[in-house]
Each structure stands twice: as C-alpha cells, then as structure tokens.
C-alpha cells in the first residue's frame, strides 16, 4: 500500500513539474529588451563639419545643417540636410591645369554645395560603462535617401546617398553624432557626367522632444 502510495505520488510530481520546466525564460519564448531609452528624441537640430576626403583632384571642407523629426525610437526622417564645400585643389589636379590643360579642354567637376533627405533607421541602442563611474548612452543608426548637388560646371547633379551613423548623448538636450556616407550623383542630360563621393562628417545636435 505504501509503495503503491509513492509510486502515485512521485507520477503526479512529474507532470506538474513539466508545465514549468516548458516555460522556463529562454526555452520557448524569445527573449525581450524591456528597458526603455533614457533619452528620447523628437525634433533634432545639428550643426557639423566635415569632409570629402577621397576625390583625387580636390578635398573638400564642409558645413553641414541638418532637421531631423524622430518618429519613434527606431525610425526618423532627416527632412533635410544641406552641405556648403570648400575646395582646395591637390597638388595632382594643378599639374594637370598647369602642364596638360589645352583649349576646350573638358573642365574637372569641383563640389559647391549639395542636400538630401532620408530616412534613418535606429534599431541599436545601449549603454556603456565609462571607467565603472558613468554610463554613456548611444545609439548605432542607418540612413538611406535622395541627394542633389551643384558644381562649378553648368548643370545640375541628381542621385541618392546611403551611409551610417553613431550617436552619444551627452544630456537631455545635446547630442554628438558621426556620419559616414556614400553619394552617387549624375548629371542631368549628360549620361557619363557621374560622381562618386565619400563624406565624413563630425556634429552636435540640440534636440526638443
């Protein structure tokens, strides 16, 4: 009676135990970020400067100013962004001006200004520990967009641009962010006036949710 006793009761431990065992976290269900941001963001202003470091005729210097609206924590419209280019010609480009330029020549495109409007996607965001003193709040980001441009040759450039970013909060209010993009212009009505360019840029951003 006994043994039959314990044989039932060790049968009915074993299948209330094994509902629990199925929901043990990581098991059957995925796991999930319930932290909110510590800094949300709404309407972004930023202010950068830049560069165009790869043409092999000229480098660019820039001044950048960019609006962006964040609709939530994982997307945005960067509404607009507008670059100004100054110039300096590198010393490859003035052997060529100087020693092999003839009448009617073709002139080299050179960056004036150009503009796009994308939309940016955030999909990673966490902290770091600075020195087990502080945490630094950032966020990884993607953009992807339609650009134009002017130069100082007739005619007006078209195209898009994608790239990367990285944000760090400094408070409730500032930002620093980095970008890294690549633009594809073409010119219009000329089907082999095309330029491809890098542009790095370095900026601060006051926001306003």
Known sequence: MIRRLSSWLLVGALVSAAPAAAEVPGESERPVAIQNRKHEM?????????????????????????????????????????????????????DLEHNWKQPGSPTIP????????????????????????????????????????????PGVYVGGDTGFGFRVHLSRYFSTRFDFRYYRFQRLNKAADNDDVLFVQLGMSLNFK
């Open 42 to 94: 709404g309407h972004e202003f930023t202010l950068a400067i830049g560069t165009i470091p790869i043409s092999a005729y000229y480098k660019g210097l820039t001044g950048t100013f960019q609006y962006t609206l964040h609709f939530s924590g994982n997307w945005a419209w960067e509404i607009v962004s507008f670059s100004y280019c100054k110039d300096f010609w590198t010393s490859l480009r003035e």
């Open 110 to 153: 050179e960056m004036a200004y150009f503009g796009d409007s994308n939309l940016v996607w955030k999909p990673f965001y966490g902290k770091l520990a600075y020195l087990n003193r502080s945490l630094v709040y950032g966020e990884l980001f993607w953009v992807i967009g339609a650009a134009a441009a002017k130069y100082d040759t």
